[in-house]
């Protein structure tokens, strides 16, 4: 199991079920060699944590669950363009891959005011080479976003 489209797959299916229960839809899977070691869905409403983002949770548990701190051999997946909290995130793990399913860019209105930010203008910044693939299950993930019935804040 290592197609892009395949654990995209897992990380829809994680922000589909955080979406039944009341939370924001977002989802993160983090694999190595096609092996999921991470799997997580956003809990900031059931947390009432800011910080409990899909994304971070995953890197937590990866780092947790493999005894280091770095990620660097390890894929990361993500519904949606991360935030910058959650790329800092990917950044401080080491991780250098990075697959996504929407992208802030086309979600209009829906997606947060992030101004010019994106994941290529932050990895420019910080000097982080970062491999980035994009539009892997594209419309699955934007329909998470754009059938969402409230508008997203941090
Ligand atoms: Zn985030």
Excluded at 60 to 87: H, K, N, Q, S, V
């Amino acid at each position: 199991m290592d197609d892009h489209e395949t654990l995209m797959d897992i990380a829809l299916a994680e922000a589909r079920a955080g979406r039944e229960l009341g939370e924001q839809p977002f989802g993160a899977v983090i694999a190595s060699q096609g092996r999921v070691i991470a799997q997580a869905r956003s809990l900031k409403v059931s947390s009432s944590d800011s910080t409990a983002h899909s994304e971070l949770l995953a890197i937590r548990a990866a780092t947790t669950g493999l005894g280091r701190r770095t990620l660097d051999d390890c894929i990361f997946y993500g519904t949606c363009e991360p935030c910058p909290m959650c790329l800092g995130a990917m950044f401080n793990a080491g991780l250098k891959h990075l697959i996504l399913g929407a992208r802030l860019r086309d979600l209009g209105d829906i997606a947060f005011a992030f101004n010019d930010y994106s994941v290529e203008r932050f990895a420019e910044l910080v000097g982080w080479d970062l491999t980035l693939v994009e539009g892997v299950r594209q419309q699955e993930c934007e329909a998470l976003y754009a059938d969402a019935a409230v508008k997203f804040s941090r």
